[in-house]
């Protein structure tokens, strides 16, 4: 049996974030080789990834962050099976460091972000390599960027949710754009405005509002009309600009925003974790 050193299951573990005592029988088993003890548990941590790729990966870490200059905003999404997991100091940093260096290298999709090098390793690969060491399914799933005049990020406490809005110009009072990437992650809208809702939600829309008025005994001459009532109700409740401000529902974003300037919303990302 080799004697093995506490340095060396110390510089293991920080290699591969493995636990102490698999890095520890990782090294017995090479004989002391550091190299032959990363491609052992490098080895089995592929083996328990292959073990639980049908796992469901739907817990996980929602982060959101802007780039130096405030004009790019991203979103990515590590998941995993539990929230046990999910919550730990580790798992979150590891998010962490994944979203921070798809901004240093100023990536544009997610098959780009995993194909991106952390160290001389694909974060794709690392992510993998997790998976092993961890012991449950890992996916990083989700990873958009959005460019504006500025951008404003906002998480929601736990990390399970996450939205980043755009906006025409500069802002002269930041909370102007906390308070309406706070409005998307509590409302949840479809569009910015009613002109950009797909077509297909629209007639969707129509066809719900025209079938309930049938049922409610309404002349087929009046369901067009009827339905399209509702379809601007829809607009109102789903569309970010008409949407009522829920820190004053007296006012819709719209206007709170042209209080505060020439004003408008660009695009969002919004990105929850199903509960």
């Known amino acids: ?8 299951v110390a510089k293991l573990r920080k290699a591969l974030g493995a636990g102490m005592m698999d890095c520890k029988n990782a090294l017995v088993e090479a004989d002391g080789d550091f190299d032959k ?7 089995k941590g592929q083996a328990i990834a292959n073990k639980r790729a049908d796992r469901d990966a739907t817990e996980g870490v929602v982060l959101a962050k802007i780039s130096a ?21 580790d798992f979150v940093a590891f998010a962490t ?9 100023n990536v544009a999709s997610l098959d780009q972000l ?3 090098e952390i160290d001389g390793k694909k974060i794709g690969d690392i992510v993998l390599e997790q998976t092993g060491i961890i012991g449950e399914k890992l996916d990083l799933s989700y990873f958009e960027v959005i460019e504006a005049e500025q951008v404003v990020p906002y998480i929601h406490a736990g990390n399970r949710l996450a939205t980043v809005v755009a906006f025409n110009e500069k802002l002269s009072d ?22 950009d809702v ?7 829309e129509i066809e719900i509002g025209k079938e309930q008025a049938r049922l409610d ?27 009522a401000f829920v820190k004053n529902n007296k006012q819709d974003i719209r206007t709170y925003l042209k209080e505060n300037g020439n004003l408008t919303v660009k695009g969002f990302l919004r990105f929850g974790l199903s509960n």
């Open 37 to 43: 003890a990363v491609e052992i548990i490098r080895k």
């Open 217 to 243: 005994g309404k002349p087929e001459a009046m369901l067009e009309k009827i339905a399209m009532g509702k379809l601007n109700k829809f607009f109102k409740e789903n569309t970010l600009l008409n949407q």
């Open 1 to 8: 049996m080799a004697n093995v050193k506490a340095a060396d």
């Open 198 to 204: 797909s077509k297909e939600i629209q007639d969707k």
């Open 174 to 195: 930041i909370q102007v754009g906390k308070d309406v990437a706070m409005q998307v992650a509590a409302m949840a809208p479809v569009a910015v405005d009613k002109d």
């Open 69 to 89: 200059d405030g004009k790019k905003g991203y979103i990515s999404v590590l998941n995993c099976e539990t929230d046990f997991v999910a919550k730990n100091n």
């Open 97 to 105: 460091k994944i979203i921070d260096k798809a901004i240093e290298a």
């Open 114 to 116: 995993k194909e991106t």
